[in-house]
């Protein structure tokens, strides 16, 4: 059997013999090609892996973007139903359509052309179409860092935007609006890097009174861009009140940073700060006052229009605070500056360079801050002073009362006093500086007159301790 079997597989052979290749039948040469394969793909694999992020290929992440792109679809219709009560309500009109960047142009009104630089200027708007039911209106100063990686600005529009966001919606200010049927607006200006044209529209959605109304946007710019329009709005609407706040850590990140966003944030939209408002008692209200240099902590605060209307303009505030530092440092008045720097690195106290737009608000003598803000602050612990410091103490102090009286009457040409009631007489010596401003009629007569005073008081110290 077996021998039948070799000769008909010989007889086939000679029929039919395999195809050899180099000395390597056909079935061979498959095999050894398979190998090869192998070996190439596992080596260009080794080389070249496939794309990986997060632990996931490039496969499965496009079948997770499929995934996005359908819920993103099914979120658009949605919010369908609000963004047409937005049309409807005159968001999209002509009025913003120069306050849009370029790629985000709004339907424009045939009777109506935008020529100024802000929002809120009388001869470029319909004030019934930006103005809203609500005797209250925020401001959000938006920066995005253009240099940083999309990555991070991902996590900046989600840890510091929407965050603040969410918060707003949640206030007590927003809250006690909705509750009498009020719809407050949002206006906010964008600097840096463009955000989505839908995406403040989107983060707001959940927050039925909170509508979104985007100024226009910078490439470069600080805080007076919307601090400008504040003003503007107050000047229209001198009844209202007007919150500002700010995406503070958005360009230097860091806890403490955070930390002020957020209790900021809170603080400007509480139910302490919203009942003060109602009350002649006080004209702002905002995160921790400080009164050496007067502002309140990084920048968060509620205020009544019929004050902000009666500042200067942020953008000429800079140079006369420039100026009264350099005046109150000449001999002729010789102030000290015992409880902050001066000289080169004290502009965040002096309130130069851009630390201006800290203590703008702060800069009027008709500046009045919520008492709870206050009571704490105005009398500072000991700084272990010399006899020379203990003696002039108050009187000649830039830090303090001498110091904020010399800033008022640069500011305003020494023609504003502050009122009785005013914060300012409830430091050390207060109600002698009053007497001493009602009777010269002028602020800087009464700082130099305490100087003097001061003068005479050390020399006695000195003479008795001889």
Known sequence: ????????????????????????????????????????????????????????????????????????????QSIYVR?????????????????????????????????????????????????????????????????????????????????????????????????????????????????????????????????????????????????????????????????????????????????????????????ECTMHMRTDKCNACGHRFWNWPPHFSGNFWRVQCSYIRELKPVTEIEPLFRKAYESARAPLVNMTFTLGPSGPGAEPWLGLDRYHSEQWLGSNPNFEPCPKFVEKILHPKSHNLSIDESATYGRREYYQLPGILWKFATIYNDTAFPPEQSWVWKFPDGMKYREAVLSLGSMKGAVQHMIQQASVHKNEIIVALD
Request: glycine share 4%; hydrophobic share 30%; proline share 5%.
């Open 1 to 76: 059997m077996n021998l039948s079997l070799n000769r008909q597989t010989a007889a086939k052979i000679r029929r039919d013999p395999p195809k050899v290749k180099n000395g390597v039948n056909a079935s061979q040469q498959n095999i050894k090609m398979k190998l090869l394969l192998h070996r190439r793909t596992t080596a260009r694999i080794r080389s070249d892996p496939p794309e990986v992020m997060n632990g996931v290929n490039a496969s499965l992440r496009k079948k997770i973007c499929y995934f996005l792109a359908i819920c993103s679809f099914a979120y658009a």
């Open 83 to 271: 963004s047409r009560f937005l049309s409807e309500k005159g968001f999209f009109d002509s009025a913003m359509n120069d306050y849009l960047p370029t790629r985000q142009q709004a339907s424009v009104h045939k009777n109506e052309t935008i020529v100024a630089p802000y929002l809120f200027q009388k001869e470029t708007v319909n004030k019934d179409e930006l103005q809203s039911d609500s005797d209250l209106a925020i401001f959000y100063n938006i920066y995005l860092p253009p240099d940083v990686s999309e990555t991070r600005r991902k996590e900046i529009k989600l840890d510091i935007f929407t965050s603040q966001i969410n918060l707003l919606g949640e206030s007590y200010a927003i809250e006690s609006e909705k509750n009498k049927t009020k719809t407050v607006k949002l206006y906010y200006n964008t600097i840096g890097f463009p955000l989505e044209d839908t995406f403040m529209e989107e983060i707001c959605a959940p927050f039925d009174n909170l509508q979104p109304v985007h100024m226009k946007h910078y490439e470069k710019g600080g805080e007076d861009l919307t601090l400008t329009a504040i003003q503007e709005y107050c000047k229209q609407y001198p009844p209202n009140n007007a919150i500002y706040i700010h995406s503070k850590g958005s360009f230097h990140t860091h806890k403490g940073q955070e930390e002020t966003r957020v209790m900021g944030t809170m603080e400007a939209t509480s139910k």
